[in-house]
């Protein structure tokens, strides 16, 4: 059997879409072209933990994993950027925190970078809003918003679908 182009395209698509822990495998070269992924049962439970938000059996989320786990680039990164395009859910809004405002932009921005480069943009073209692309905050055509905030910055007058609260350890009261 002899696949052609579109069938692997069709296949990458689908995988991605069943399966986060696959979409962000797939994503590190974007991410991180330089570095090897080292993957482990752990990025398999927190992506199976976010799928179930996705799926809205799980409402509340707290993860506690040691720094340098890849938290805030699976739930900050890339989980936004899986609903967008795989999951096929541009209208969601995020509000990603921490506890200094650079790593909440750093991660906007990463999230930014990632859907607009040429291997997420072959497969799921997220169209972005020219006058919303900024690393504090961006947006698609279809309503969807992703915004970077700190911890004391939070939230007031803005709507969202999934706040993620990332690097709460830092702050034992922000838990």
């Known amino acids: ?43 398999d439970a927190i992506c199976l933990h976010l799928e179930a938000v996705t799926d809205g059996r799980i409402t509340r989320l707290l993860m506690t994993v040691p720094p340098g786990s890849m938290k805030s680039l699976l739930t900050g990164v890339i989980w936004p950027a899986w609903e967008w395009g795989p999951r096929n859910m541009p209208e969601m809004r995020f509000v990603g925190t921490a506890h200094e405002e650079q790593l909440a932009i750093r991660d906007s921005r990463r999230c930014r970078d990632l859907i607009k480069s040429d291997w997420y943009q072959s497969l799921w073209p997220i169209e972005l809003l020219s006058d919303l ?24 007058g803005r709507h969202t679908q999934n706040g993620l609260a990332l690097c709460a350890s830092v702050h034992p009261d922000a838990v």
């Open 133 to 156: 692309d900024g690393k504090r905050e961006f947006g698609n055509t279809r309503k969807g918003v992703r915004q970077a905030r700190s911890f004391t910055s939070m939230n007031v």
């Open 1 to 43: 059997m002899h696949l052609t182009k579109a069938d692997l395209v069709a296949v990458e698509r689908e995988l991605c879409k069943r399966s986060l822990a696959h979409f962000a495998r797939r994503a590190w070269h974007v991410l991180e072209p330089a570095a090897e992924l080292k993957w482990g049962w752990a990025l």
